[in-house]
């Protein structure tokens, strides 16, 4: 069965602090890790990692794939109160027919003033 | 966006009453799924579609069932709801190689 883990489960941080969120994965036919961020509706995609020890990067927030230790992080640099949402790390597995994804319970990060 | 649509947004049913959500794309792409999301749990997978009239069960198949027979609308089926399948539902959409993009969700409640 595949399986998502992330941590920590929630986060509270000063505005402007860096903050690293982590993801580990056990997966059959691994196919790419993506992270998505969540806030009171519909997820919506942040980044897309297929390949192992290339960082992808937009803006403050930067995420990268260790595909032999089976695990992802996401950083995000000077956090802004509009950065406070449920941070959602998925994997995608490769099966019969489709691709389908498998989602972690997701980060909780707040950033107060 | 990606182009896609949920109806209802939101439902209030009773127990043991059919229901059917529809997620609907205007990008014609192949790959579709429906999700549920609960406080604890996350999202899991419910059914999903990889073609007209193409579907299997994901993770939390049962008690559900889905149909496509327009590559357009991927229906979402409660037989006979419970108060367990209260939850919010999403669809999403994946165009080939690329991320799945999500729906704005339906919140259902059954009473």
């Known amino acids: 069965e595949d399986k998502v883990v992330q941590s920590p489960l929630s986060l509270v941080v000063h505005e402007g602090d860096t903050v690293t969120l982590n993801c580990s994965y056990e997966?059959?036919?691994?196919?790419?890790l993506l992270w998505y961020k969540q806030e009171k509706k519909a997820p919506t995609f942040l980044f897309m990692l297929?390949?192992?020890?290339i960082e992808k990067k937009s803006g403050r927030l930067s995420s990268i794939l260790d595909k032999k230790e089976l695990f992802s992080i996401l950083n995000i640099t000077a956090t802004q109160t509009g950065d406070s949402a449920v941070y959602l790390c998925?994997?995608?597995?490769?099966?019969?027919?489709?691709?389908?994804?498998?989602f972690g319970k997701g980060t909780k990060l707040s950033v107060i003033p | 966006d990606a182009g896609i649509t949920q109806s209802p947004r939101h439902k209030v049913t009773e127990t043991g009453t059919p229901v059917t959500l529809r997620c609907h794309q205007t990008?014609?792409?192949?790959?579709m799924y429906w999700y549920r999301q609960d406080p604890g749990h996350g999202l899991r997978l419910i059914h999903y579609?990889?073609?007209?009239?193409?579907?299997d069960k994901g993770e939390v198949s049962d008690g559900y069932s889905v149909s496509r027979s327009k590559t357009e609308d991927f229906l979402l089926t409660l037989e006979s709801a419970t108060s367990s399948q209260t939850s919010v539902y999403f669809c999403?959409?994946?165009?080939?190689?690329?991320?799945?993009?999500f729906g704005p969700g339906t919140r259902l409640t059954v009473l």
């Open positions: 998925a994997v995608e597995a490769a099966g019969a027919g489709s691709y389908q994804l498998t």
């Open positions: 997966v059959t036919n691994f196919r790419s």
């Open positions: 297929t390949s192992s020890g």
């Open positions: 990008e014609n792409h192949r790959y």
């Open positions: 579609s990889y073609g007209v009239k193409d579907t």
């Open positions: 999403a959409i994946k165009a080939g190689d690329d991320e799945q993009f």
